[in-house]
């Protein structure tokens, strides 16, 4: 059983930065692509950034350049550095990790004030 927990979300204000932190248990070396999507008020669960384990990274449209994601293998841990937010990066972010299905973590919130 695969176990996914966020950290790190809170309030921020706009061009300020946040690090949020997935701790996974469980078997997840073979986990082809872990990585962050986000819910935000009135849209569609939208992806953020994903990495997969050959290190391929990708990333949405709106990010511009401004997170970057990482994995530690020994920790454990999927990081996203996010930098310059903005109001609109508001939302839950939610931490993914996909083996023979699709694992998911609860959501931590992220607020920006513009």
């Known amino acids: 059983q695969v176990q996914l927990v966020e950290s790190g979300g809170g309030l921020v204000h706009a061009g300020e930065s946040l690090r949020l932190s997935c701790a996974a248990s469980?078997?997840?070396?073979?986990?082809?692509?872990m990585g962050w999507y986000r819910q935000s008020p009135g849209k569609q669960r939208e992806l953020v950034a994903r990495i997969t384990s050959g290190g391929v990274t990708s990333y949405g449209d709106f990010v511009e350049g401004r997170f970057t994601i990482s994995r530690d293998a020994v920790k454990n841990t999927i990081d996203l550095q996010m930098n310059s937010l903005k109001s609109e990066d508001t939302g839950v972010y939610l931490c993914?990790?996909?083996?023979?299905?699709?694992?998911w973590g609860r959501g931590i919130q992220v607020t920006v004030s513009s």
């Open positions: 993914y990790a996909m083996i023979y299905t699709t694992y």
């Open positions: 469980g078997d997840i070396n073979s986990a082809y692509a």
